[in-house]
């Protein structure tokens, strides 16, 4: 076969987001975001890091982007945190929070690095969740679109690739995770979907600012996305795998790109009292919101068997593996007449449970581009793992290096069969707090030297991994 290769123009880089690497949460006029308050409760609960100080990216911000210049990067991926620029969601701008992007993205540029600029990644700023409970509002598309509005504008010629909000589909997987929802709500299931709706007009708000504002400007939504491979080729099993697919891939793919909510997953929620309201004119909104290209996020597929409706099971969405033990996960995501994921017993998985799987990314490329023709980019892919940090400070992460070369194969793979792929930003440029479970699952090419308990000086450490990347970003993954 004739192989293409990566384009000379292909950027190569990675990922971090706001909360889980700057710190500085209450520093220089910056207020909470309900992640600040969320991972307060999780040092409670669990003993894992808070986002306070995180990676203290905020002030190692300099020396993080040399560490990047080192390892070659042409472009780096991260979010803006929306309280550190608007500490009470909307109003007074806080000049000194705006200043902070404005130094990063000169460093950056300074360093030939391309920024790719994430406007939502989880954080929304605390007092619109004491206001109105947040995203459960419609009144968060207005002001979403304020602070939209001004960063895009404020940074129109430094950005070209923008991306709306992070993840929408495990926003509605992890909902209590990914957003601050009161207690006496928790048990309401349509308040998931109501969220994403609200989300969707946010991107598509988002994508038409983008395009208004930016010269040359490039939007998409970042998306964390999983193949769903039937448990057997049972038909009813094959069956339940496309409505997985359906409800949790398609259904967030067919909105941005063509503007509509997937049929039957949309049946199947209406049916159980889970669809979201849907206003008029919101469904021509979202349409004008038309995407550039897909960001993706991938780290594992899923696997997904038949549920019968007198199964005796009842709806549930999630299972988390909070102790990095193999086998603790908590359960798995049920739709009784629908489907029921669960564990696929040909793959290896991490220590969290997450199905370790390359051919996956191949496959949802191939699949992706098939059926929207959008460019894509990768905008996390990466293992969590729990490294060791030798007496001579070297971090040994051979697994991390073989599980990266052979996702960047597949993508390789991908790209010879003619997907258009724009960039590669693994998840993490360097270490930084886990969503879910402390800063002692790592993901980065550059260790940070702390604990959950103690953030002594976040000490910068390359990796193995480090000087593998830097390799292969000087030959252009031509050598893996
Ligand atoms: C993605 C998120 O879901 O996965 C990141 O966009 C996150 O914010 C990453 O850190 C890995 O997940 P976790 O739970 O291991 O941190």
Redesign the pocket.
Known sequence: MNKKGFSDDFLWGAAT?AY?VEGAAFTNGKKASQQDIINQNNYKERGFATAEIASDHYHHYKEDVALMKEMGFSTYRFSISWSRIFPDGVGEVNEEGIQFYRNLIAELHANNIEPIVTLY??DLPWALVEKYNGWLDRQVVKDFEYYARYVITEFKDQVKYWTTI??QS?IVQYWTTKNYVPKELQSNNQLRFQINHHMNLAHAVACKLVHEIVPNGQVGAAL?YSPVYPLSSKPEDVMAAQNAHDLRNSYYLDIYFKGEYTKAASIYLEEHGLAPIIEKGDMELIKEGYSDFLAL?Y?ASECAKACPINSGKKIRFNGVNYSGKKGEISGYETHPGFYEMCKNPNLDTTD?DWAIDPIGLEYILRDIYTRYGKPLMIT?NGL?AFDKLTVDKKIHDDYRISYLREHIKAMSRAIDYGVEMIAYCP??AID?L????GVK?R?GFVYVDRTDDDPKQCERIRKDSFYWYKKVIENNGREL
Do not use: A, C, I, R
Not at 434 to 437: R, V
């Open positions: 987001s889980q990644h989880y992070n993840e495990v964390g996020n780290y969290w996390e969590g998840w993490s930084l886990s969503t879910s479970n699952k993901y």
